[in-house]
Every structure is written in C-alpha cells, then in structure tokens.
C-alpha cells in the first residue's frame, strides 16, 4: 500500500504496491456441499479440508503471499545439521530488524513458548501478561505456573475508538508483582497485536513503561514480537512519537528495552519458523539447552533451511512500510463494511483479521452453546469462508471441569498478509452481511468429542436442532443456483 490519493475520493481503495505472479486455483462448493463439509467437520473449521474452502481466513500464520525476492532466497539454502550459511544469514536479518547478536532458532512461536517456560516456569510461579494467547498459556499452566492479565480495561470494550487497546494497566502491573512478590514471577509477557482481543496493539509508550517497571522490580520483561509487524504499522500511524521514527529504530528499540524478544516467523517473516533473540546472552545462555533437546542443533531449531532463507528475507521485508500496510489496511476496508452493514464487530480494526463480536451477532446464546463457533459455521455454510472460533472454545476448562467462559465471544477473519484481493474482501463482507440478517436462523452447539488440552483444535460438535439445515435452504432460496 503507499500513500496514492484517488482522483474520486469516493472510490478510494487501498492500493497495493505489488502485483501478484503467482496463482492458485480456487473452489466454491454448491451449499448442499458445504453444509456436509461442516459436519463432517465436527462443525470445527480446523478439520474442514483445504480443498472445500473458497476465503480460508483460519489464520494469518504461515499462509502469508510470498515476494519473489523470498524464493530466490530459498534456492540458496546452505543445508547443514551444523553451523551453516543459513543459519548465518537469519543471524544478519534479525540483527538488522532487532539489532540483536545472540539467536536461538525453534521450529515455531510455540516452540519459544516451550524453551521459555521450561527454562523460567516453575511451580507456583505466575506470569503476568496484558492477555493470554492459547498456546503461550498451555505451556505455562502445564509446568504448574498461572497466567495473569493485566490488560487495561478499554481492551475488552467491543466497540471503542482507543487506538491500543493492547495496553496494559501499568498500576496493576506493579501491584501484581508485588501481590506476588518479583521472585515469584516467571517473566512479564508483552504480546504485541494482541491476538485474542482482537489483533489489537500496545503503544510504544505502554511497551518502553512496562520493560522500565519489569527492570525497576528484577523481573524478566519478553515481548512476543509474532505481531509486531502489524504493531508497528499501528505506532506510526496512531502514536505521535511513533510518526518520524523507522520501523527500525522501534523495533531496536523494544528488543533494547526487553530483556527477551520471541516471534512466530509464520507471522513476522512471511515464512515459518521462529526465534528467541536478546541483546544480554545471558537470557539465550539460559534457554540454549533446551534448543537441542526439544528442537534441532543450534544453526537450524527445527526448521528446514528453505523456510529460514525465506523467513531471512521476510525480515528484511517486515522493516518496510509498503509491505507492512497491507494487512491492517484490507483489514480497515473488511471492518468498515461489515460497520456500514450494521453487523457487531470488533472495533478499531485491529491487526491479524476482522472479529465479529459473536456476543452482538446471536445475543440470546449462552456461553455453553458456543456462539462464536456457531456463527463460523454458519458463515463457512454461506460463503465457503473459513473463520475461527475465538471464544468460549479456544479457553480451556478449569481444573475443577467448570467451563471458563471467554471474556469476548469472537470469529476471527484473518487476512492471511498479500493473498487477498479487494473483491474477495468485498465477497467476504457481502457473506456476513447475509449470515447477519439471517442470524435468527443460527442456534447453538453441543460437544460431541472434547479433548482435554487445546480442545479447539480436534475438538468435535454438532448443531442443536436442525438449524444448519434451514440456514443452507434459506440460503438456496435466497441466492437460486448461485455458488
Ligand atoms: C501472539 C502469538 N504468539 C505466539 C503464537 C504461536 O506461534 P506459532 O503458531 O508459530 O506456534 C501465535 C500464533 O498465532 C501468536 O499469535
């Protein structure tokens, strides 16, 4: 995207900066067959087959549009168990984006998770974070630590203006670690795009504050750099101190002021993978052992060498602006549609994808029959279009078996980064819409088979009544042979 005016305001689009050479074919199944591919899904959209899904917007992770200059890099991949060129060159690119020397490689974002709460998680201890992600807290709770949240009010307000509602409440950050007592703290966790809130950002400010209260207390301060990309886009374009500053110069700076920095390259990168990096070797020294044991040898963690060149390159590519405005500005578009169309959605638009706010979309549904996974179903059955369940299903059950009930009720839309064109984006908006005034045909959901750990992954359910049926022939009536 680049800054290009419109001759006809009316018709302002956002506009990319790159053109798209490679293609991949597409299929729309006629309704009948989606409303069996939902079921025969356990109406779960991540058991739904690629092949059945027209828009899959299940996630923005490693399904982001690559640049030609990223598989060149791959052709150049030095594979060696040890100490290879790949390596070397990742080493150069997080140097250049973090400005940091010392690098531990893992196979992905939750394999830093594993690495950190392995080396920093004991019983009894808590990490303090602005919000939980699914896979940051299965590690934490599973070596007996509690996650604590600290995100300032704003962020659980649906509707809002705020521009960072990712901000944490630093006066209940610091009564926290002292509730708890800083040797009882694991490390205090700065998740940038705060993805399960919406994709919403943290202030540079917010950021710099909580690494100066982490280091004021002797505490360990990691920030999860996964969405930082998009972070980043939001501090130039939202926070004045942000405007004439690089992305560089931000993103050196957080890695300055954190003790830890960690990111998903299936997110920042464009590519897979992921990386634990500091400016102290003292934090990498602590958790290097682990790397061996858990991932790889040092020089690969996991990875295959392809995917680190192209995640070397994608670096690279997440310092520049024209790339980096892209998602959050088809995002804004998606957002403000759905608005237009009066349909409940999360707002500022955020990073990572557009969230209905489930809550608003079927009102009367309790938590228990699951409204956010109940709303993605409907929607695959209306469009194709492959959302995920950001709610009650993605928490996870007390230990005592009680439901935990999710603080927001979301289906997420994410916008995999460059893949999307602006017509997909308008079907997909025209899609809810349709599920939106139809949604008193929507009912809830009941379990069929539910694991005990990440239960939104493989977990199985079935519609309550017949409504799914009425929906796909409200569908035919509505639309007549249409796909
Ligand atoms: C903020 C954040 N942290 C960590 C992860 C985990 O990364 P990965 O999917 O590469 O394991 C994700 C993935 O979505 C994420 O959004």
Avoid at 275 to 296: C, D, R
Wanted: hydrophobic share 40%; net charge negative; with cysteine.
């Amino acid at each position: 995207m680049s800054n290009v005016k419109f001759y006809q305001p009316e018709h302002q689009v956002p506009l990319e900066m790159h053109k798209v050479r490679v293609v991949q074919k597409l299929t729309l199944l006629p309704v009948e067959e989606r409303l069996r591919a939902i079921q025969d899904a356990g109406n779960n959209t991540f058991l739904l087959q690629n092949k059945d899904i027209y828009m899959d917007m299940l996630t923005d992770s490693g399904v982001n549009g690559m640049t030609d200059l990223q598989v060149a890099a791959m052709m150049q991949a030095d594979d060696s168990y040890a100490g290879s060129e790949t390596f070397n060159r990742v080493k150069a690119a997080v140097k250049e984006v973090f400005g940091t020397d010392n690098v531990l490689p893992a196979h992905q974002g939750r394999a830093c998770e594993n690495i950190l709460a392995e080396a920093y998680v004991k019983p009894g201890m808590v990490t303090i974070m602005n919000f939980h992600f699914t896979t940051t807290k299965a590690h934490i709770t599973r070596l007996g630590g509690e996650v604590i949240e600290v995100v300032n009010k704003k962020g659980l307000l649906p509707q809002s203006d705020d521009p960072f509602k990712g901000d944490f409440d630093l006066d209940l950050l610091r009564a926290t670690i002292e509730q708890y007592g800083p040797e009882k703290v694991a490390f205090v966790r700065i998740e940038a795009g705060t993805n399960l809130i919406g994709g919403q950002p943290v202030s540079l400010e917010n950021m710099l504050a909580v690494a100066d209260i982490c280091h004021d207390y002797g505490v360990r301060s990691v920030l999860d750099a996964s969405l930082l990309q998009d972070n980043v886009y939001f501090m130039k374009t939202r926070e004045a101190q942000c405007k004439f500053m690089t992305t560089k110069e931000i993103y050196h700076l957080l890695a300055a002021k954190c003790d830890i920095v960690y990111f998903s390259a299936r997110k920042l990168g464009f590519s897979r993978g992921g990386i634990i990096t500091s400016v102290n070797p003292k934090f990498t020294n602590e958790m290097m052992e682990y790397v061996p044991l858990y991932e790889g040898f040092l020089t690969y963690g996991g990875m295959e060498v392809r995917s680190m060149e192209a995640m070397a390159q994608g670096l690279y590519e997440s310092l520049d602006m024209e790339y980096i405005n892209q998602g959050p500005e088809f995002i804004a578009y998606l957002v403000k549609e759905l608005d237009d169309y009066g349909v409940p959605v999360i707002k500022p638009a955020g990073g990572l994808g557009a969230h209905l706010n489930c809550s608003e979309f079927v009102p009367k549904m309790p938590h228990n029959k699951y409204p956010a996974a109940a709303v993605g179903a409907a929607l695959y059955i209306a469009g194709g279009i492959r959302g995920m369940e950001r709610g009650t299903v993605s928490e996870q059950r007390e230990p005592d078996g009680t439901e935990r009930y999710a603080e927001l009720e979301l289906q997420r839309l994410a916008v995999p980064r460059r893949v999307f064109t602006l017509s997909q984006i308008k079907y997909c908006a025209d899609r809810v819409k349709w599920v939106w005034d139809n949604r008193n045909i929507i009912g809830g959901l009941k379990w069929t088979y539910e694991p005990s750990v990440l239960r939104f992954f493989f977990g199985r359910m079935k519609e309550i009544g017949h409504w799914q049926e009425d929906l796909a022939t409200k569908f035919r009536e509505d639309f007549g042979d249409s796909l």
